[in-house]
């Protein structure tokens, strides 16, 4: 599902009066590198979250790319999760691994919400397979989707997760242990296309989420992931790393993509809360289980990573939810860190020059056109007059709330973004 945005709203207004930008504000601003933004953090975090104001927009994804190579040769870090299917990114971690498959089809169908058609996150996945070659396993860089299989119009089936799971405990476990066989699966899981049937994200009767079937597949789905849990001395002995790591995987996906479609069949008020809900626990476990693994940077829209409340619209009403970034937050403390990013204009859809009263005007008026801010510097050049809120006139771009400086770690200003 990719990110809900906020509905139109006119840019033009009235706006309040501002002062000039001056040097103290010039000087919250620096250039954006790997050694820039781990000296304004003071540290190397577990997990740096690097957000986007808006998708699809391949001058971002540059500077998500530039800024992942530097993290690579000068920091460390050695993975980078984006907001993408988690199942479907196996694809794309094997691809940079060791070459397999051919690049296209791989970005096509690793890359989840059309997005595998960016030019820079082809580039992305190029480089990262030339700086594998020839490397040890141990030193390689990898590639995670950490969103759930879920789309706006539908989530996936389970059978993917639940059948690989299965096979996992089958051929690395006692069989005999087993909760079901794989026919039993089979059957109950049925045709994939009763599970993504489109018409069930907006009318709860069409979903086979609370189901005979599905119900009973919730149990048997929680019994092989308690096993996979209290197998796991032996399954470690007989299975190697990397396949311990995926079924973890399998199990998460499958409980959750189950909760998803049980809720996906209610008919209370709180449906749709429930459903974004799940899918940011969905993403703040993906990426809880590749810290474990080492550092590694995120990328997903500003509103998955953010700590304070994430709101958006779906079906005319408005939501609110605790975001994987805040659900990181709160398990990692500092270990977690959120560098947001702010735009100026995004002309080519309508988001013309920014309100000079705004952070993003504020920010505008300085020549940098790209630059990292110290959020706590700024909110004390900024001394007493609050900047305003901007008003988005277009669906797909998200505002910076300035009322959240206090809690982001670092804001990267992108000061336009033309046509790709």
């Keep these: 599902m990719a990110s809900e945005m906020k509905e139109p709203r006119k840019e033009a207004r009235k706006t309040k009066p501002t002062a000039t930008p001056d040097a103290g504000l010039a000087q919250t601003v620096g250039p954006v590198g790997a050694a820039t933004v781990t000296a304004l953090l003071g540290s190397r975090p577990r997990v740096l979250a690097l957000g986007e104001p808006t998708h699809g927009e391949d001058t971002l994804l540059d500077v998500r790319n530039a800024l992942f190579r530097e993290l690579v040769e000068q920091e460390g870090y050695r993975t980078i999760a984006i907001e993408s299917d988690c199942l479907a990114g196996l694809?794309?971690?094997?691809?940079?691994?060791?070459?397999?498959?051919?690049?296209?089809?791989?970005?096509?169908?690793?890359?989840?919400?059309?997005?595998?058609?960016?030019?820079?996150?082809?580039?992305?996945?190029?480089?990262?397979?030339?700086?594998?070659?020839?490397?040890?396993?141990?030193?390689?860089?990898?590639?995670?989707?950490?969103?759930g299989p879920l789309e706006t119009a539908a989530a996936a089936s389970p059978r993917q997760a639940l059948t690989a799971l299965h096979q996992h405990l089958a051929m690395h476990g006692d069989p005999g242990l087993l909760p079901c066989t794989a026919e039993t699966l089979d059957r109950l899981l049925g045709a994939d296309d009763r599970w993504t049937e489109p018409a069930a994200m907006r009318d709860p009767s069409r979903s086979v989420g609370r189901s005979a079937d599905a119900v009973e597949l919730r149990l048997l789905a929680d019994e092989l992931a308690a096993l996979l849990d209290a197998q796991a001395p032996h399954l470690r002995a007989t299975a190697s790393e990397d396949d311990g790591h995926r079924a973890r995987l399998y199990?998460?996906?499958?409980l959750g993509l189950l909760r998803y479609h049980y809720w996906m069949a209610d008919t209370s008020?709180?449906?749709?809360?429930?459903?974004?809900?799940?899918?940011?626990?969905?993403?703040?476990?993906?990426?809880l289980a590749l810290a474990d693994r080492g550092p590694l940077l995120?990328?997903?829209?500003?509103?998955?990573?953010?700590?304070?409340?994430s709101t958006t619209r779906m079906g005319g009403a408005p939501l609110e939810w605790?975001?994987?970034?805040?659900l990181l937050s709160t398990r990692l403390g500092a270990e977690y860190r959120f560098v947001a990013t702010a735009l100026g204009t995004i002309r080519h859809q309508g988001v013309d020059t920014p309100p000079p009263d705004t952070v993003e005007g504020l920010l505008y008026a300085l020549p940098e056109p790209l630059g990292l801010v110290d959020?706590?510097?700024?909110?004390?050049?900024?001394?007493?007059?609050?900047?305003?809120?901007?008003?988005?006139?277009?669906?797909?771009?998200?505002?910076?709330?300035?009322?959240?400086?206090?809690?982001?770690?670092?804001?990267?200003?992108?000061?336009?973004?033309?046509?790709?």
């Design 91 to 147: 694809l794309v971690d094997d691809h940079v691994a060791s070459g397999a498959g051919a690049l296209d089809e791989v970005v096509a169908r690793g890359i989840s919400h059309g997005w595998g058609e960016s030019a820079a996150n082809r580039a992305l996945v190029r480089w990262m397979r030339a700086f594998n070659h020839d490397r040890p396993a141990s030193d390689r860089v990898r590639f995670a989707g950490f969103d």
């Design 251 to 254: 199990a998460r996906t499958a």
């Design 269 to 287: 008020p709180a449906r749709l809360a429930r459903l974004i809900a799940i899918r940011g626990q969905m993403m703040a476990e993906n990426l």
């Design 298 to 309: 995120v990328y997903a829209h500003n509103s998955h990573l953010q700590r304070e409340k």
């Design 322 to 326: 605790w975001s994987a970034g805040a």
């Design 375 to 420: 959020p706590h510097r700024l909110a004390t050049a900024l001394g007493s007059t609050p900047p305003a809120p901007r008003e988005s006139p277009w669906f797909g771009y998200a505002p910076l709330d300035p009322t959240h400086l206090p809690d982001i770690d670092g804001l990267v200003y992108v000061k336009d973004v033309p046509r790709t």
